[in-house]
């Protein structure tokens, strides 16, 4: 809410005109109006296993770090080990408050020790930015540069044909990014994505240069053309991936260690925010952590729906859907740790039991490198 009472208007991807001439169904993401489908979520989800799909994902924020020891505050703020990476690569890791609580989760493209660009969620950006700022000393800069960027990803098979097809390098190494231009605009092109699918992001500066690099993505005259893509196959497609999505397997209730995320934290590190905290959850075990539910019916999981092993509830569906791959009922929860891969639990679905094979994810092959 504003500060007059009034609702905040939602704000707009720099490519927004372009949605609405598409058609798309647009809906409220983070704060933000963005597309969740064009033709269909099961079509676009296709499109990206089959063949090729863009998103508009500008909703994400963009963050710089610079200035002398700008890679010491990051390292420091967050989770993952940047000495595990050289200029030029990229890093998934988190943001974590000092109980061990996820702030965020983020990308973070280090340029050089002295120049880094992070891309947190469109609801944390603000936050992350403010942490890092706190702990920022003279002559690291921390800014907050949302506005000034757009950010595209295309996903699928195809990927490195579309994107050779407009004149953008492909067939870097997964993980990491390199820097050239489209029309005179600025762009970052980054070996990663959010699908489990090959695929690349795109962070577009200024953000209204984006406009030109998306129709040429899109173009239905080109082959191949990218299939415009919204969030809602976003979602399906890193739930069968088994990534987790802030605010759902992660979260300031939600650590690392009970996400299974402990690959992204940097254990040897000396310092970190919230370091303490997870190291004595790791040493003692969680009380709960991620499993992945099959159904084995025709039950579509929802968030917040019981987890049941006989008649006692052990966790709590936080992502579930139906998967356009599998053509089945798919869940991550969090669950007691006595839950083991194999076990059969049920998930109170609309007040019926539904019986769901607990499993390891991904439920789908990945093919992301």
Not at 47 to 54: F, Y
Not at 211 to 227: N, Q
């Amino acid at each position: 809410m504003s500060t007059s009472g009034e609702p905040t208007p939602l704000r707009q991807s720099p490519l927004h005109d372009r949605h609405v001439a598409l058609d798309a169904k647009l809906a409220e993401f983070g704060g933000w109006s963005m597309p969740l489908e064009y033709a269909g979520v099961v079509a676009e989800h296709t499109a990206v296993r089959t063949s090729v799909g863009v998103f508009d994902v500008s909703h994400l924020g963009t963050v710089l770090v610079r200035g002398e020891g700008a890679a010491g505050v990051v390292d420091r703020c967050l989770t993952n080990d940047l000495g595990r990476i050289a200029p030029g690569q990229a890093q998934y890791t988190l943001c974590c408050d000092e109980s061990g609580g996820v702030v965020d989760d983020l990308i973070v493209y280090l340029r050089s020790p002295e120049d880094l660009l992070l891309v947190p969620n469109a609801a944390n950006a603000a936050e992350v930015a403010r942490r890092l700022t706190a702990e920022a000393p003279e002559g690291v800069e921390v800014a907050d540069v949302h506005a000034d960027h757009a950010v595209l990803a295309v996903q699928g098979p195809d990927s490195d044909a579309v994107l050779a097809r407009v004149g953008l390098p492909t067939g870097h190494d997964y993980m990491s990014f390199t820097e050239t231009t489209y029309e005179g605009a600025d762009v970052v092109v980054c070996r990663t994505g959010y699908t489990g699918e090959r695929g690349y992001e795109l962070v577009v500066h200024p953000a209204a240069a984006a406009g030109p690099l998306w129709d040429a993505l899109v173009d239905r005259t080109a082959s191949p053309p990218a299939a415009p893509c919204g969030l809602g196959a976003r979602d399906t497609l890193r739930t069968e991936m088994g990534y987790p999505l802030h605010g759902h397997e992660l979260g300031p209730d939600i650590t690392p260690v009970q996400a299974r995320s402990g690959w992204a934290v940097g254990w040897s590190k000396e310092q970190f925010v919230g370091r303490e905290a997870l190291a004595a959850e790791r040493e003692r075990g969680p009380e709960r952590v991620l499993r992945g539910l099959l159904a084995q019916g025709r039950g579509i999981p929802r968030p917040g729906m019981a987890v049941h092993a006989g008649d006692e509830p052990v966790g709590e569906v936080t992502s579930g859907t139906f998967s356009p791959t599998l053509r089945q009922g798919i869940a991550l929860a969090l669950v007691r740790p006595s839950v083991a891969v194999d076990d059969t639990v049920e998930v109170d679905v609309r007040g019926r039991r539904q019986a769901f094979t607990v499993v390891t994810t991904p439920f789908v092959e990945s093919s992301v490198r």
